[in-house]
């Protein structure tokens, strides 16, 4: 998802926010999990009544690694790449926090296309010969649209 903010006019002044679409709040991923949790307890202790006691430990493995696996679902969808546009610099925070700055009058935007039909396209912004790939989480169209509207940011600087 791609969110602007700012004048996004040829050289002007803005920021843009890329985002991975989320499906499911952190809230969401809650409901689900104590969901699944209260199923596979009672279960698990239905199982435990009946005698059969060695099912309980498993019900917690399971548990933990569905926990795991949405909380890490829920991290990865929470990271941010801002590309901020000033009068004479670009700046890349990616999502890890590093920031990359280049700029604006040599700053060149690229959208390469994939190696093979299962591949997907990348977009590539650089100057001088470093280059840095924005918009991962994005999908084909999002990512094509992102390109053209970072050309026309960059067409007035």
């Not at 989320?22 to 009672?42: C, E, N």
Request: aromatic letters at 8%.
């Amino acid at each position: 998802m791609v969110t602007t903010q700012g004048n996004v006019e040829p050289g002007g002044h803005c920021r843009i926010f890329i985002r991975p679409n989320r499906s499911l709040s952190w809230r969401g991923a809650l409901r689900v999990f104590y969901a699944v949790a209260a199923v596979s307890a009672a279960i698990a202790a239905s199982f435990a009544w009946l005698g059969l006691w060695l099912v309980a430990p498993f019900t917690g493995i399971e548990l933990m690694a569905l926990g795991g696996a949405l909380y890490y679902c829920a991290l990865r969808g929470s990271r941010v790449e801002i590309i901020s546009f000033g009068s004479d610099e670009v700046q890349v925070q990616h999502a890890d926090g590093r920031r990359t700055c280049f700029q604006r009058g040599w700053l060149r935007v690229r959208l390469v296309p994939p190696a093979n039909r299962h591949d997907r396209s990348r977009l590539v912004m650089g100057s001088h010969g470093r280059t840095v790939e924005v918009g991962a989480c994005l999908n084909e169209g999002e990512r094509r649209g992102l390109a053209q509207q970072l050309k026309i940011l960059l067409a007035g600087g």
